[in-house]
């Protein structure tokens, strides 16, 4: 069975800044996932699953370093950039009243939507991410000094296609190690660094990104937040090691609306740690946050 069989049927989206494929499953309000770096839409295949039946759930691959198809070589990928490219996808596809849910780095992004391009955005739903001054975390600031540094990012690609290269660096901390409490199969990790290993044109999207990551985004975004009176979930790992639980205690403060839960023996990938009850708190939300015709655009 393949990574994204259970996320539904899948299509092209296509934008001047380029091609993002998107999968569709379920009917209903609609529910917008946006993954972190270096993963893709098949972060959220446990989740999906259990919430399809009564949403329209919508993942896409990202260009985030994990997407399989190119960017223009002129994209803008500042992390405004890719939030731009996220609502522009909301907005070509035609989508509205839209529950966006993020994390990991998708939660950083969805903060620049919901303070940028709120229009078509009726809730939105942070788990574990970077915010304030935390973006990128410590372990991670490593990517950005190889990002700058002239011919290492290609290295990086190079060596990725070794299996037990990829293999060990991936389930390492200074990779996917710290982001869950167990193990990935081998098959998502091979999923998600396709792109690195097998296309340069996605190495090159990649470092794009990396040299532009810098806080003032995420402070931007934080002092957006006051203006921001949609509804909020901020459901977060308690054991997390990357995104501190106080950091989601500042969200929940600073969002005017908004609500604080959550999620135990998890680590920042809820959703593979804990999708059904990453799933149920999500459900919870909608369910308990209905849509008024008064809403504000």
Avoid at 14 to 35: D, K
Avoid at 185 to 210: N, P, Q, W
Avoid at 280 to 297: E, K, M, N, W, Y
């Amino acid at each position: 069975m393949s990574v994204v069989s259970e996320l539904g049927e899948s299509r092209l989206v296509h934008l001047p800044q380029g091609t993002i494929r998107i999968y569709e499953r379920g009917q209903g309000e609609p529910v917008l996932f946006v993954h972190g770096l270096f993963a893709n839409a098949a972060a959220w295949r446990k989740v999906v699953p259990r919430l399809a039946d009564s949403y329209r759930c919508i993942t896409a691959d990202w260009p985030f370093g994990a997407h399989r198809i190119p960017m223009t070589p002129d994209a803008d990928l500042t992390p405004l950039g890719i939030a731009e490219t996220i609502a522009d996808v909301i907005e070509t596809v035609d989508l509205d009243a839209v529950t966006l849910v993020g994390n990991d780095g998708g939660g950083m992004l969805s903060q620049l939507v919901v303070t940028h391009r709120p229009e078509r955005i009726a809730r939105l739903v942070l788990t574990p991410c970077d915010a304030y001054e935390n973006f990128p975390p410590p372990l991670f600031d490593y990517l950005c000094w190889m990002a700058r540094t002239p011919g290492a990012g290609s290295l990086t690609g190079l060596l990725l296609r070794f299996p037990t290269v990829r293999q060990t660096y991936a389930r390492s901390r200074f990779g996917f190690g710290g982001l869950s409490n167990n193990p990935i199969c081998g098959e998502l990790i091979d999923h998600y660094l396709h792109g690195m290993t097998h296309d340069r044109a996605i190495v090159r999207d990649s470092l794009k990104f990396l040299r532009a990551v810098d806080n003032k985004y995420t402070l931007d975004a934080a002092a957006r937040f006051r203006s921001a009176t949609l509804p909020v979930l901020i459901a977060w790992a308690e054991q997390d090691r990357f995104f501190p639980f106080e950091h989601a205690r500042r969200l929940a403060e600073d969002f005017p609306n908004a609500r604080l839960a959550s999620i135990t023996n998890s680590l920042t990938w809820v959703a593979e740690d804990q999708p059904a009850r990453t799933a149920a708190v999500i459900d919870q939300f909608i369910g308990t946050t209905p849509l008024h015709a008064d809403r504000p655009s």
